[in-house]
């Protein structure tokens, strides 16, 4: 199906549908669907080698962020028994920027795996998605 979009008075009215709103989309004509697997094309050892960090880093700074509960940033896709978390470009920007204002050593501090049991500090870093110690 094509569909033109004009500004002339007898075509049809188009409304566009924010990706993730079901609300409207029975009421659509028309809608695009996106490739999520162009949308979320990194994988979590690409966005630490794209970073330049090590894959223990790129989690805790992933948990500083709480990336992995956005749906914006991050999807799962199940092939049949596997679940595999991709990550889109918007991760990747938000972990750039985070890694030029912040220091890592500290998101580190913070959001390392815990040693043995041990409860981590709480997170002081400006930005941290965890409000309380995990």
């Not at 094509?2 to 002339?8: A, D, E, F, G, S």
């Not at 028309?30 to 050892?45: G, I, M, N, P, T």
């Not at 889109?88 to 050593?105: F, I, V, W």
Request: proline share 5%; hydrophobic share 35%.
């Amino acid at each position: 199906m094509k569909v033109k979009i004009v500004k002339q008075a007898e075509a049809l009215p188009v409304r566009l549908v924010r990706d993730g709103s079901d609300d409207e989309v029975d009421e659509a004509a028309a809608v695009r669907e996106v490739d999520l697997q162009k949308k979320f094309h990194w994988s979590f050892y690409d966005l630490a080698d794209k970073l330049g960090i090590t894959r223990p880093r790129a989690t805790a700074l992933r948990r500083h962020l709480g990336i992995d509960s956005r749906p914006d940033y991050v999807h799962v896709f199940e092939f049949g028994s596997q679940r595999h978390n991709r990550y889109s470009d918007n991760a990747l920007t938000l972990m750039r920027d985070t890694l030029e204002q912040l220091d890592m050593d500290e998101i580190w501090k913070y959001h390392r795996p815990r040693n043995g049991g041990n409860p981590r500090p709480a997170c002081t870093q400006p930005g941290c998605a965890n409000t309380e110690a995990s």
